[in-house]
């Protein structure tokens, strides 16, 4: 059985941190690449971090470039997502997704609200 778990989220205050962390179970997850994605109320999903199956390639999106840090540990399962600075407009559930040539998997999010 697939599941991919998000965690790590929660309430902070603007300027603050989280590291979401999303663990894998049921396929190879050394053989996908993972991306993170948001979706904040009212708008279209959107990707945030994307890193290739061998953490050699990360591409990020133009908002969060130089305050999150998407990695992985392929021995644990697991992709993380560092989030420094954050602001209000970061707010919105987080999901993470792994993907291959042939299969495409998500998990069911974890909520990030950034507000004083």
């Known amino acids: 059985q697939v599941q991919l778990v998000e965690s790590g989220g929660g309430l902070v205050q603007p300027g603050g941190s989280l590291r979401l962390s999303c663990a894998a179970s049921?396929?190879?997850?050394?053989?996908?690449?993972m991306n993170w994605y948001r979706q904040a109320p009212g708008k279209e999903r959107e990707l945030v971090a994307a890193?290739?199956?061998?953490?050699?390639?990360?591409h990020y999106a133009d908002s969060v470039k130089g305050r999150f840090t998407i990695s992985r540990d392929n021995a644990k399962n697991t992709v993380y997502l560092q989030m420094n600075s954050l602001k209000s407009e970061d707010t919105a559930v987080y999901y993470c997704?792994?993907?291959?040539?042939?299969?495409?998997?998500w998990g069911q999010g974890t909520q990030v609200t950034v507000s004083s």
């Open positions: 890193m290739s199956s061998t953490g050699g390639s990360t």
């Open positions: 997704r792994a993907r291959n040539y042939d299969y495409d998997y």
């Open positions: 049921g396929f190879t997850f050394s053989n996908y690449a």
